[in-house]
T-cell receptor, first 114, second 116 residues
Framework: DGGITQSPKYLFRKEGQNVTLSCEQNLNHDAMYWYRQDPGQGLRLIYYSQIVNDFQKGDIAEGYSVSREKKESFPLTVTSAQKNPTAFYLC?????????????FGPGTRLTVL | AQSVSQHNHHVILSEAASLELGCNYSYGGTVNLFWYVQYPGQHLQLLLKYFSGDPLVKGIKGFEAEFIKSKFSFNLRKPSVQWSDTAEYFCAVIPYSGAGSYQLTFGKGTKLSVIP
């Protein structure tokens, strides 16, 4: 089955620690995205990538970093610089980076900072 | 940059009632529009989308939405809701081309609770 997988489903982190969230897709999509979802806030774009070895900041990139070494993978690192990291993180992908391309979402990772 | 406004934060309906969730966007150019749904404990999934053509779009599970360009609106409707429609609904817009065409902008969501 084609789709997007995210791991882990739940993640707990101590303050001051970096943590990496995994996102893999087998849809052969060029574009990938990371969103953060907070209650009552909708989804906000953290980073996006148009193609391998290329990525750009979204609206709320501070305290986050990404890499895109393979087409299938777009891991997100939540660094200790992120002041309020507890949230639900969603990864998405689309065929191309542009309007007219539907984005497909993974199941999400819920990160809790203790 | 584009923005999306969803009028209701929380809607409570009885089963068989009709549903209309409001969505307005701000952007001067051509857009693609989406409604996503997030059922409790499940991931975000596409309910319906508008790219071009007939402004009345039909989606899954009996949902439909009407794009009214003059009003910058894309309201979601369902004639008769069921308990299983309890979920959070998100409207989203993306410019078809040009500046910001990479960015899918979401509204803040509307929680729908259907009472049996």
């Amino acid at each position: 089955d084609g789709g997007i997988t995210q791991s882990p489903k739940y993640l707990f982190r101590k303050e001051g620690q970096n943590v990496t969230l995994s996102c893999e897709q087998n849809l052969n999509h060029d574009a990938m995205y990371w969103y953060r979802q907070d209650p009552g806030q909708g989804l906000r774009l953290i980073y996006y990538s148009q193609i391998v070895n290329d990525f750009q900041k979204g609206d709320i990139a501070e305290g986050y970093s990404v890499s895109r070494e393979k087409k299938e993978s777009f891991p997100l690192t939540v660094t200790s610089a992120q002041k309020n990291p507890t949230a639900f993180y969603l990864c998405a992908s689309s065929f191309r980076l542009a309007g007219g391309n539907e984005q497909f979402f993974g199941p999400g990772t819920r990160l809790t900072v203790l | 940059a584009q923005s999306v406004s969803q009028h209701n934060h929380h809607v409570i309906l009885s089963e068989a009632a009709s549903l209309e969730l409001g969505c307005n966007y701000s952007y001067g150019g051509t857009v693609n529009l989406f409604w996503y749904v997030q059922y409790p404990g499940q991931h975000l999934q596409l309910l319906l989308k508008y790219f071009s053509g007939d402004p009345l779009v039909k989606g899954i599970k009996g949902f439909e939405a009407e794009f009214i360009k003059s009003k910058f609106s894309f309201n979601l409707r369902k004639p008769s809701v069921q308990w299983s429609d309890t979920a959070e609904y998100f409207c989203a817009v993306i410019p078809y081309s040009g500046a910001g065409s990479y960015q899918l902008t979401f509204g803040k969501g509307t929680k729908l609770s259907v009472i049996p």
